[in-house]
């Protein structure tokens, strides 16, 4: 989960940053050495996402001040990387409403110099920890921008691309959602081969064609005909999502 989100948010930055953000973020995201994140969803926006309320005011230096919460965000926070490139879609004031006042905003986690160098945090905060059933291993949190007005941020692509944030969001978003699919079907393959391998290992009764024999060899319970059809079942169904166009 948090190299895949590095290298969506490299990849959004490669196809649509300046020479100067590629040059400063795609190295050092692509090899790992900075996460990313993609930060749509409100507490009020989520299918709904061109409600977001995220805003982002023009500083006389060029660049942005964020304000705003989001929810839900993968790999929000973490102690993998020295900084986290957040990718955060706000609206700059007096955009037009819905999804095509949109702006995509970079806003480090911690602020660099054009060389890389680490310099001093930036205003954004895990607030909490999302609760969730599954994939407890990736945190997804609440972060809030701009709580103490000092989150900077800066267009990708630069001024020339304000209110382009939900097209150069989907490239980040439809890879996303081929990596969640794939994710899917690595886990009910994993689970397929290990019921398989349990399948083998325990034994239980005796064959079918000894079934009035209590003193018969007890047998694998892959033998028995129920669970050759259950572990089949699981099998066509990985093979059928693994090879769904
Ligand atoms: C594990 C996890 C990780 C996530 N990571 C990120 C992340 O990194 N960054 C990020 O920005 N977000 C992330 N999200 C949030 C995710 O993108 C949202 O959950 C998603 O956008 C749906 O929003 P919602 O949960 O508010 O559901 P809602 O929008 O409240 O939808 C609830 C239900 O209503 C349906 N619905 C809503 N509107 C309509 C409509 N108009 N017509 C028909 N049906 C409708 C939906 O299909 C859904 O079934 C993550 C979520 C999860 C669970």
Redo the contacts with the bound molecule.
């Keep these: 989960m948090y190299g895949g989100?590095a290298h969506g948010a490299s990849e959004v930055i490669a196809a649509f940053g300046t020479e100067e953000q590629k040059h400063l973020f795609c190295d050092r995201m692509f090899s790992g050495k900075w996460g990313g994140?993609?930060?749509?969803?409100e507490p009020h926006?989520?299918?709904?996402?061109g409600s977001a309320k995220t805003s982002a005011k023009r500083n006389a230096d060029g660049t942005y001040s964020i304000t705003g919460t989001?929810?839900?965000?993968?790999?929000?926070d973490q102690q993998f990387t020295d900084n986290i490139i957040h990718l955060v879609l706000a609206r700059v004031e007096g955009a037009p409403p819905g999804t095509k006042g949109l702006t995509l905003f970079i806003v480090p986690s911690v602020r660099t110099s054009p060389d890389g160098t680490l310099g001093e945090r930036n205003d954004v905060v895990a607030q909490s920890i999302?609760h969730?059933m599954g994939?407890n291993g990736?945190c997804?949190c609440v972060l809030n921008f701009g709580d103490n007005g000092q989150c900077i941020g800066w267009p990708v692509g630069g001024e020339e691309k304000l209110n382009q944030g939900m097209p150069q969001m989907f490239k980040m978003m439809n890879g996303a959602r081929i990596a969640v699919g794939m994710q899917g079907v690595a886990v009910a393959s994993t689970a397929y081969l290990n019921a398989l391998e349990y399948a083998r290992d325990r034994k239980q009764g005796s064959s079918i064609t000894h079934w009035k024999d209590a003193s018969a060899p007890r047998v694998s319970i892959l033998e028995h005909a129920d669970v050759r059809r259950m572990l089949l079942d699981m099998k066509a169904r990985v093979e059928a999502s693994a090879r769904s166009p």
């Design positions: 989100l994140t993609m930060c749509l969803t926006a989520g299918t709904d996402v989001k929810i839900f965000i993968t790999g929000g999302e969730k994939i990736s997804t």
